[in-house]
């Protein structure tokens, strides 16, 4: 117990320390920001707090430390309405699989679909000349291990792809984290995470759209040129965070009634920092509901705020048994709140199946 109130005191004075600093100046400068984007129903709903405790198939955008944590087999997607009016869709994919002997293995894919775009030149800025219609993906393995009873880890390695008609660029990346939890004033009521995202080479764009024609004054010859282009940073990132599980139940024999408070530091390399807390109700794990708040420096005010989001997310959650193997069933919501734009909704289903000890 003593161990855990050092760690919990030391991980608050880190997150506390370190809350304004960040690279807001490099905004903007990275290449795939997919990356950061959640496009999962359940950890949206709670966001970057939720990376200490999380587990299963959304771990692979959280925290890969908790992937190990499923009893058998998920399946899970969510579809979500990002910046909703912008006709921005985003679909996201994962399958994961306890491997027994305290290793599991994941598969996630995202494809964020920006809708179609009127093709315009300097001669026609009005468009008429048809669209095009960019698309982002990423795909991500896991391998998730129990190392102890308390200690969970793993590593992901996502490769990603941005493409229009005539420009494309890929890349790699590597994720790794790590989860330990250990017990305060009951069994294994603590939880601290630590996770880093995106770390790979920097990427550049390729192909016929950085080629123009021009006229050599010379001999007056039409001539194919191509531009140099310029290699652009991952958006790498860090979080450390911890989360504590309160009990509500007033008879002590039973634990119905949960209540998990968390917080999580991020340093974001090429945007502000983000100080994230979030709370989670949880009745017999068959009913959640959670509320988070993303802080960073000036988001409380319209003109000082650097991104469209508010900071306030919340979301819901229905799951139910089915079957006789252990098999369960959920449904889960979530909403951010955007200005401008209404919002950015997420929808999902996830599915349990089986146990490890069948």
């Not at 003593?2 to 919990?8: P, Q, S, Y």
């Not at 990346?173 to 603590?190: C, E, L, N, P, R």
Request: contains cysteine; glycine residues 14%.
């Amino acid at each position: 117990m003593r161990k855990a109130k050092i760690l919990f005191i030391i991980s608050l004075g880190c997150m506390g320390l370190t809350a304004q600093a960040g690279n807001p100046d490099r905004g903007g400068q990275a290449s795939a920001t997919q990356l950061v984007t959640n496009g999962w129903a359940r950890t949206s709903g709670i966001g970057w707090a939720y990376q200490s405790y999380v587990k299963g198939i959304e771990s692979m955008y959280m925290n890969i430390g908790g992937l190990v944590n499923i009893p058998k087999t998920d399946i899970s997607f969510a579809r979500t309405s990002w910046l909703s009016g912008s006709g921005i869709n985003i679909s996201n994919f994962g399958f994961a699989h306890n491997l027994g002997n305290d290793n599991a293995i994941g598969l996630s894919i995202s494809s964020i679909d920006l809708g179609e775009i009127p093709i315009t030149t300097v001669n026609q800025p009005n468009g008429g000349l048809g669209t095009y219609s960019p698309r982002l993906t990423n795909i991500g393995l896991g391998y998730g291990r129990k190392f102890t009873e308390r200690i969970t880890g793993g590593v992901l390695l996502r490769v990603y792809s941005e493409s229009a008609s005539n420009l494309k660029a890929q890349g790699v990346a590597i994720d790794a984290g790590i989860q330990y939890k250990t017990s305060w004033k009951s069994a294994d009521d603590t939880h601290f995470g630590v996770s880093i995202k995106n770390i790979g080479p920097d990427v550049k764009y390729a192909g016929d759209g950085i080629s123009i024609k021009r006229l050599n004054p010379k001999d007056n010859q039409e001539a194919t040129v191509n531009q140099r282009i310029a290699k652009y940073n991952v958006p790498a990132l860090i979080n450390i965070g911890g989360a504590y599980d309160i009990i509500l139940d007033n008879n002590g024999s039973t634990e119905f009634h949960k209540l998990s408070v968390s917080s999580n530091f991020t340093y974001n390399a090429f945007s502000l920092n983000q100080l994230t807390f979030g709370t989670e109700y949880i009745y017999k794990e068959m009913f959640m509901v959670r509320a988070g708040f993303a802080y960073e420096d000036g988001i409380m005010n319209y003109d000082t705020r650097r991104t469209t989001s508010t900071g306030f997310m919340g979301g819901i959650t229905f799951e139910l048994p089915f079957g006789k193997d252990g098999g369960r069933f959920a449904l889960d919501y979530s909403y951010r709140d955007t200005r401008p734009f209404s919002g950015t909704h997420s929808i999902g289903l996830k599915m349990g199946l089986g146990d490890t000890k069948d």
